[in-house]
Nanobody, 118 residues
Framework: QVQLVESGGGLVQPGGSLRLSCAASGSIFSFYTMGWSRQAPGKQRELVAWITSGGRTNYADSVKGRFTISGDNTKKTVYLQMDSLKPEDTAVYYC????????????WGQGTQVTVSS
C-alpha cells in the first residue's frame, strides 16, 4: 500500500507564494509519476503539474510559468512551488502517484486547501 501525506496549504494574498510538499511511503514502484491535481467547487478536477521518477516535468497551461514541481527521489517527496498566485488558483490540492501518467490517480493524498484572497 502507498501513503501520501501533504503539507503546506493555507491562505495567501494574490501575487503571493506557497510551497506544497508531499511525502510518499509504502510500496513505491521503482518508476513512477507523481503530481498535483486540484479541485475547486463547481469546477472540474485539473492535473496542474507532474514529475516522473526520471525527473521529467510537465504543467497545465493554467499554471505554466508560475508553478514549479520538483522531487527528491531518495525521500520520495515531491514539492510544488506556487508563485504569482491568483484567486482562481483557490482549490483543494491533492498529491497523486501512479506507475505512469495514465495511472497517476491510483493513489491520493488527503488534500490541502489553498486559498488566494485579499
Amino acid at each position: 500500500q502507498v501513503q501520501l501525506v501533504e503539507s503546506g496549504g493555507g491562505l495567501v494574498q494574490p501575487g503571493g507564494s506557497l510551497r506544497l510538499s508531499c511525502a510518499a511511503s509504502g510500496s513505491i514502484f521503482s518508476f513512477y509519476t507523481m503530481g498535483w491535481s486540484r479541485q475547486a467547487p463547481g469546477k472540474q478536477r485539473e492535473l496542474v503539474a507532474w514529475i516522473t521518477s526520471g525527473g521529467r516535468t510537465n504543467y497545465a497551461d493554467s499554471v505554466k510559468g508560475r508553478f514549479t514541481i520538483s522531487g527528491d527521489n531518495t525521500k520520495k517527496t515531491v514539492y510544488l512551488q506556487m508563485d504569482s498566485l491568483k484567486p482562481e488558483d483557490t482549490a483543494v490540492y491533492y498529491c497523486n502517484l501512479g506507475f505512469n501518467l495514465a495511472k497517476i490517480y491510483d493513489y491520493w493524498g488527503q488534500g490541502t486547501q489553498v486559498t488566494v484572497s485579499s
